[in-house]
């Protein structure tokens, strides 16, 4: 089955799309990204996927090229289309393209250009054994709840936890708390009280998050979203990261710190358990 790209109001073959040079995206990551994974073959949470697309875009003072609907639309097609069991979808909008120049013409038509591949693309078995993590200091800007497509710190960090054979890197700014992973949010539990840091503007706001904490509250799990400090993630029962990719993924090492008993718990398998089986 072939992966398939959505480019100038079409489907093709992944292989055969390409970006025009002057594209702001390319020239300076201007712009803004989703990311949709399908359940049982309809995409999940996709209303909140677009608002919070929405969001990123008036956050960075883009006009979105479609309306929600539309882009709704747009991406269930694409889905049958790719025709894969269960499919991730990549949703990008650049500012549009033009010759480079730092500010921007306000007249630009904003490139909206999508990829269909698929899903799950990760190992089974990281959330079954858990995962190390190492920490990273916090050096991105103050505005991490925007979705934007400009990720180099996240990619550096992401960088330096895989080549220490760990799976991801916990942002941790200069007074010890915790922000999130280079591409999920991070939870931990202390005495079946699940903590998670707020939803401000220094994470992103995800929609894996919002999904659990809303399960959680439904199932009658105690929960707080505050400030947390790396000394207490370290100390905590259970930590896992999450996102749409991964769903839930257990921590069972930050650093050189075992996590409860090294093994994935208990808690986390509740949780785990409130998503629609793939
Ligand atoms: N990333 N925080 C960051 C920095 C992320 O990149 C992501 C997701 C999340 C979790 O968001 P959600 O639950 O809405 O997926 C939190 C996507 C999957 C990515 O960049 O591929």
Redesign the pocket.
């Known amino acids: 089955m072939p992966e398939i790209a959505y480019i100038n109001n079409t489907f093709i073959p992944l292989e055969k799309a390409f970006i025009p040079i002057n594209d702001r995206g390319y020239l300076f990551a201007d712009g803004i990204?989703?990311?949709i994974v399908t359940r049982n073959g309809k995409p999940f949470l996709i209303k909140e996927?677009l608002e919070?697309l929405q969001r990123s875009a008036d956050g960075i003072i883009l006009e979105l090229p479609t309306s929600l609907s539309e882009l709704s639309e747009i991406i269930e097609r694409g889905i049958k289309e790719a025709g894969f069991t269960e499919t991730m979808v990549?949703i990008q909008i650049t500012r549009g393209i033009e010759p480079r120049r730092h500010n921007y013409s306000t007249e630009l038509q904003a490139n909206l250009t999508m990829t269909f591949r698929p899903h799950p693309e990760y190992d089974p078995q990281l959330t079954v054994k858990g995962v190390a993590i190492i920490t990273v200091p916090e050096i991105r800007w103050s505005r991490?709840d925007i979705?934007s497509i400009a990720?180099l710190p996240?990619i550096m960090m992401k960088q330096r936890a895989v080549e220490k054979g760990c799976q991801e890197a916990l942002f941790v700014t200069e007074e010890g708390l915790i922000r999130?992973?280079?591409?999920?949010?991070i939870f931990f539990i202390k005495d079946k009280i699940l903590y998670t840091p707020p939803a401000d503007q220094h994470?992103?706001?995800?929609?894996?998050?919002?999904?659990i904490l809303q399960q959680a509250a439904l199932h009658g799990i105690e929960q707080v979203e505050r400030e947390c400090t790396l000394q207490e993630t370290l100390k905590a029962d259970e930590v896992f990261i999450?996102?749409?990719?991964v769903d839930l993924l257990p921590v069972i090492k930050i650093d050189d710190s075992t996590i409860g008993n090294g093994r994935p718990g208990p808690l986390s398998a509740v949780i785990k358990g409130f998503f629609p089986k793939i």
């Open positions: 990204y989703e990311v996927h919070r990549y991490c979705k990720l996240n999130e992973a280079t591409t999920g949010n994470i992103l706001n995800g929609i894996t998050r919002a999904y999450t996102s749409s990719t």
